[in-house]
């Protein structure tokens, strides 16, 4: 990524540059289509994770969870729109007792969240 960041600082050729756009799109291209797999991880870990939530977190927090969820939907050439809201929720409920750790989640909400940055990079 900081490749990608760089390259705005030095002056290239046409061609250099068309190279790089190339390479950028089909970087997008592989991680776009790998994000469906993790999103749909993440949704059936979600699923199986608010089994195990304390009740009483659950009901008080379900308009966050619908939320977060909600983030998950692709929305035009983002494959996913934020991780914030599940971060935030995982960590405080993991933290405060209120659920169990789940490594598949934390792992998709980790991968999904380093998706991100890297697509800002890539078409910025």
Known sequence: MSLFKELDRISLSTDDRR?????V???CLR???AVAVRRATLQMAADEWEREIDSSLLLHNRHLLAAARAE?????????????R???????????GHAPAHTLMKEAIDWLT???TA????TA
């Open 119 to 122: 697509r800002k990079t890539l």
């Open 19 to 23: 190279t790089i756009q190339k390479l």
């Open 25 to 27: 799109a089909d970087v």
């Open 72 to 84: 998950l939907v692709p929305l035009g050439q983002q494959a996913v729109t934020a991780t914030g």
């Open 114 to 116: 380093t998706y991100l």
């Open 31 to 33: 991680l776009d289509a």
């Open 86 to 96: 599940w971060v935030s929720l995982y960590g405080q409920c993991v933290k405060g």
